[in-house]
């Protein structure tokens, strides 16, 4: 079983910036896509960014230029720099990790952008 920790998120000002991290650890042998979804209330949940093994990354057009997404193979662990955050990005953000035919996720951190 793969266990994955998130931290990062927090409150901060329109214009402002975070970033969110997420180690995997337990059963993480080959590890494969890694990335972020979030839900904000009364919406359904988003595709954010993806990064697979080998680096490649995905970006929801929202996001896009704003966040960046990178990888650490060697420490099974994932980021999200999130600058110019817009009161818009508030939603709860998830860690994701493809293993095989399994997903894991992480509990979720809030972040809030306040206008």
């Known amino acids: 079983q793969v266990q994955l920790v998130e931290s990062g998120g927090g409150l901060v000002q329109a214009g402002g910036s975070l970033r969110l991290s997420c180690a995997a650890s337990?059963?993480?042998?080959?590890?494969?896509?890694m990335g972020w979804y979030r839900q904000a209330p009364g919406k359904q949940r988003e595709l954010v960014a993806t990064i697979t093994r080998g680096g490649t990354t995905t970006y929801a057009d929202s996001v896009k230029g704003r966040f960046t997404i990178s990888r650490d193979n060697a420490k099974n662990t994932v980021h999200q720099q999130m600058n110019s955050l817009k009161p818009e990005d508030t939603a709860v953000y998830f860690c994701?990790?493809?293993?095989?035919?399994?997903?894991?996720w992480g509990q979720g951190t809030q972040v809030t952008v306040s206008s």
């Open positions: 337990g059963d993480n042998f080959s590890i494969g896509a």
């Open positions: 994701y990790a493809l293993q095989g035919w399994k997903t894991y």
